[in-house]
């Protein structure tokens, strides 16, 4: 029996909107950096995606998900995540 992987969590807010990361669920796919990429500059280039999927070295089937700071938390990176590893999640505000 394997040990559960430890989640991983990025999160970064727009307004009262957050994108939530959890690296354990990453397949690795990197559908999100093409979608972000195509969404905001018109090309599939994962070099120019807000949202960064990296395999971690020496861990098999773990990634790690990081946000650049001109990422502006759109949501279209979770819209087309298939592994529900990505979220866009509504933040209640606090009065």
């Keep these: 029996m394997t040990p559960k992987k430890p989640a991983s969590k990025s999160i970064l807010s727009k307004r009262n909107r957050r994108v939530v990361a959890d690296a354990s669920k990453c397949a690795g ?3 999100c950096m093409l979608r972000c ?15 960064q999927v990296r395999k971690l070295v020496g861990k098999e089937n773990e990634y790690q998900i990081t946000f650049s700071k001109d ?17 866009r999640v509504k933040v209640e505000e606090k009065v």
């Design 71 to 87: 990422c502006d938390a759109c949501g279209v990176c979770a819209v087309y995540c298939p592994y529900d590893a990505l979220a």
């Design 37 to 51: 990429s195509f969404t905001k500059d018109g090309d599939f280039n994962l070099s120019a995606s807000r949202i």
């Design 29 to 31: 796919c990197m559908s």
